[in-house]
């Protein structure tokens, strides 16, 4: 069955399920939070299929024509197989390394979906990366980098490198307990850093970043900033405790300053970038984008003489139906609408203010490829801006204006679906949360009023705000 033919039948059945909801009766609820029929449709009518299965974040969106249906194929062809050194006879393919994290995008984004930090054995997941730097900022507002390690560290290499070392991480458990009695306890991630091959690191700033989920991030780029910056108060005007405010970053195809929307500080401008960057800091492949590797000068000395997979290594026609694909996949729809306590948990989602970061509902404005995310009603559950979230979750490197406690609101759709899909409920940016209720915990700054909010909850209304968001 064809992707397109596959999300048809999702989409008509869904259809048939909410006219059964609908001849049935319900106690009302307040306005704000009443359920609509529309509200199923968490990437709008174009972008959403009704999957609950482990292919939840993997399906096109509906409307894709026969050709764009093959690029979508083609492009999660190269998303999905592993890269190979060079020369290769499967010479699209080659020029991983000489440093690198992982073999393949979906090495880090199985299934499209959010990775875990660690293997069953206790080790390091290809998932979970580090950025690094050095106090200071380039010539555009970026991050410095670590002079003997670079952007990003790698701890695996093709052979006859040297890979730049090895990453451990251990937890402390931080107990804590609700104003009801109920007990709960948080972990504490610490990471070491050993077998440093290149140096030392001295003065290193150290932010861990666990891959996210990918479906969803067309619609995202489709949403104008103008929308966006309608969210932002960065003087907090209304005096609610929140001041989000957007990131400018650099735009390397336009050359200029833009707005930043992706990645965990929004350090990135668009689907396009955020895709070479990966390419680049996490595979080692260049692109037209980013067209040399991401070595450091003692590195490039050592190995600039290499064999590669030719310049650039992902060929654009190629490249462009990678980020095609990932523009492409469609957002699972919500699921238990008219459950009482989803309905209920939705209204203490707004009472405590979540809502003032995790934006519900959103219109998309013009998108050129692909079309059909064009004004869009979608539902992200996001801002896309920065805030402050405290020193308990600060990682304390700057990310162009995005200070070391700040982070992009994390869109939540498709949260309750992370463990079909890929097996582990872990969550935040260094994936420290084994579960959506140790994350709401760890929030503070901006967001410790609505923390505290849900903390006071009854442990009955606690439960119901931990369903709406599985909801979604």
């Known amino acids: 069955m064809s992707a397109t033919l596959k999300n048809l039948v999702f989409h008509s059945l869904w259809i048939l399920s909410l006219v059964v909801f609908s001849q049935c009766s319900s106690p009302k609820v307040e306005s ?51 890269w190979v050194t060079a020369p290769s006879s499967t010479s699209a393919r080659d020029g991983l390394g000489p440093l690198f994290n992982a073999t393949s995008c979906s090495a880090c984004h199985f299934q499209d979906g959010k990775g875990a930090p660690l293997n069953a054995d206790q080790t390091i997941t290809q998932s979970l990366l580090f950025r690094l730097s050095i106090p200071g900022k380039g010539e555009h507002g970026e991050p410095l980098f670590d002079p003997n390690y670079g952007e990003q560290f790698n701890p695996r290499a093709i052979i006859g490198v040297e890979a730049e070392g090895d990453v451990s991480v251990t937890y402390q458990e931080i107990p804590g307990t609700y104003p009801d009695g109920t007990a709960y306890s948080l972990r504490k991630p610490t990471y070491i850093f050993s077998n440093l091959k290149y140096g030392p690191m001295t003065g290193t700033l150290v932010s861990p970043r666990i891959s996210t989920q990918m479906s969803g991030v067309g619609h995202l780029e489709a949403v104008t900033e103008a929308t966006i910056q309608s969210f932002a108060d960065p003087n907090d005007a209304n005096g609610d405790g929140i001041s989000g405010r957007p990131n400018y970053v650099w735009d390397y195809k336009t050359r200029k300053k833009v707005m930043g929307r992706f990645g965990w500080k929004a350090n990135q401008s668009t689907v396009e970038q955020q895709t ?81 970061c995790h934006i519900p509902k959103m219109t998309t404005g013009k998108s050129d490829s692909p079309t059909y995310l064009s004004a869009q009603t979608i539902r992200p559950y996001t801002d896309l801006l920065l805030h402050d979230l405290g020193d308990g979750l600060a990682d304390n490197r700057p990310d162009y204006e995005a200070t070391g406690t700040e982070w992009r609101t994390s869109p939540l759709w498709g949260i309750g679906l992370v463990k079909t899909v890929n097996k582990h409920t872990n969550y935040l940016h260094d994936g420290r949360a084994r579960n959506a209720e140790e994350a709401i915990l760890w929030h503070g700054g901006e967001a410790e009023k609505s923390k505290q909010a849900f903390m006071k909850f009854a442990k009955s209304d606690r439960d119901a705000v931990l369903k709406f968001i599985d909801s979604l």
């Open 32 to 82: 704000e939070v009443e359920t609509d029929v529309d509200e199923a449709y968490s990437g709008g009518k174009e972008g959403t299929v009704f999957d609950q299965t482990a292919n939840a974040f993997g399906n096109s969106l509906i409307s894709l024509t026969s050709d764009e249906v093959d690029q979508f194929v083609i492009g999660n062809s190269f998303n999905r197989n592993n």
């Open 276 to 356: 070479a960057s990966a390419f680049n800091g996490d595979l080692g492949i260049t692109s037209t984008l980013f067209i040399t590797e991401g070595l450091t000068t003692a590195q490039k000395a050592k190995y600039g003489s290499l064999p590669n997979g030719g310049s650039p290594e992902v060929e654009d026609n190629i490249f462009q139906d990678v980020v095609f694909y990932i523009k492409a996949l469609a957002v699972p729809g919500r699921r238990s609408l008219t459950d009482q306590q989803v309905i209920s948990g939705k209204a203490l989602f707004i009472k405590a203010n979540c809502s003032g």
